[in-house]
């Protein structure tokens, strides 16, 4: 398998196996594991040799929206932006924030997977070995009417697929720089707010006769066993069991 000089940044994490992988234009005795992390930068060139099975995620960040996000997050001109190459390498922060990112595109829950990408960028740069930058001290969190305008948003929305874009958008910020002031503001991220919402409007409506795959869709979850594990997670009952209690 050869990249010639692929467009974009490239992160990639191996889940499982990886043995039989091997950099053909690297160290030739290094070879892929379970938590192992690839780090290609635009405009590279690699070679790879692929002998057994195994899954791993990629991460795909345009050069432009990399370099907006270093400079919104650590106050530094875009053109200081260095992405070194890292080939299996342990970074423990980033394969937590990467493996979130999977587990939550798997379970459709695009607002924690967006959360985790831009964590990952994040997580990246302040690793002493890839840069060891600091972020950019956060004061005073969102504007009172911004705060307003995105709650609003998303009790209209709650029903729906809420991306942090759109969020941002409200703010006219990037979506790490509205990540950063959304918990400054309220202390708990975007998905954290979203979610909690969403298990206080199904325990409302719990009390009604609806089925709950049905409450589940009116709450944006994106299926029943979704709305039960998050349910679960805040109140410490399955929906079921909270219904009965009610």
């Known amino acids: 398998m050869s990249y010639e000089r692929p467009d974009g940044h490239t992160f990639s994490l191996y889940l499982t196996g990886g043995a039989g992988t091997r950099r053909l234009d690297g160290s030739p005795a290094a070879q892929g594991r379970p938590g192992a992390l690839c780090v290609m930068p635009q405009g590279h060139s690699s070679e790879w040799e692929i002998t057994d099975p195994f899954e791993f995620v990629h991460l795909y960040v345009p050069d432009d929206q990399m370099r907006r996000m270093f400079a919104e997050t650590f106050d530094r ?6 992405l070194p190459e890292a080939t299996f390498a342990d970074a423990p922060a980033l394969a937590r924030a990467l493996r979130q990112m999977t587990q939550a595109m798997s379970a459709g829950d695009h607002l924690l997977a967006e959360e985790a990408m831009t964590q990952t960028i994040n997580d990246f740069f302040v690793d002493p070995r890839y840069g060891g930058m600091r972020s950019r001290a956060i004061s005073g969190g969102l504007a009172p009417h911004i705060r307003r305008r995105i ?8 029903d729906e697929t809420i991306r942090l874009q759109d969020l941002a958008a409200i703010g006219q910020l990037s979506a790490f720089h509205f990540q950063r002031m959304f918990r400054a503001s309220y202390g708990v991220s975007p998905h954290g707010w979203v979610a909690h919402r969403r298990v206080e409007r199904a325990k409302s409506m719990l009390s009604g006769m609806d089925p ?5 869709s009116a709450c944006g979850f994106s299926s ?7 349910f679960k997670a805040g109140t410490g009952v ?3 069991a909270y219904r009965q209690r009610q």
């Open 238 to 240: 399955t929906p079921s």
């Open 77 to 82: 001109d875009s053109r200081l932006m260095v």
């Open 224 to 230: 029943q066993s979704h709305m039960t594990r998050a």
């Open 212 to 216: 709950i795959a049905q409450i589940a």
């Open 151 to 158: 709650v609003d948003y998303i009790e209209a929305h709650l």
